[in-house]
């Protein structure tokens, strides 16, 4: 919480406790979170149903926490996709991928992994860009 209240006094009111909403990016990467600026807008939507142009303390916490679980997530799952990366491309190979999903750990029925197929791979390409696919499993708009 005290990183937050340093955020609130370099960018907001220390004495309020709040920001103002045109800081809340600023803030956040201060916080090394890197939003999006759709993510800053919808927070702003969300917290700021009243129009008064300020996010308090606890919605700041709120927003923190919820950024923080998603980057947490998404680099872990990253992490685990890039150990499939064998020349550190950034993509891998469907017929990787086939195998890993069907075969390794938590073992997934051929049809699901298909349509995992058909997801990662739109273009037909025959390789699956981690960080997108990561996004899309996370429900993080690219």
């Given at each position: ?46 917290f700021d149903k009243e129009g008064t ?84 499993l996370m429900g993080i708009k690219d």
């Open positions: 919480m005290q990183d937050l209240r340093d955020v609130i006094a370099i960018y907001g009111n220390q004495a309020a406790e709040n920001i103002p909403k045109d800081s809340l990016g600023s803030a956040l990467r201060a916080l090394k979170l890197n939003p999006l600026q759709r993510e800053i807008d919808d927070f702003i939507i969300t142009g300020v996010l308090t303390l606890e919605q700041l916490a709120i927003i923190y926490s919820r950024k923080k679980k998603d980057s947490d997530t998404l680099d872990q799952l990253l992490a685990a996709f890039r150990l499939l990366d064998r020349e550190g491309s950034g993509m891998i190979g469907v017929p990787e991928f086939r195998y890993y999903m069907s075969r390794m750990g938590e073992l997934m029925p051929e049809p699901d992994v298909d349509d995992m197929i058909k997801v990662a791979d739109a273009d037909n390409s025959g390789k699956i860009n981690i960080e997108k696919f990561g996004k899309y």
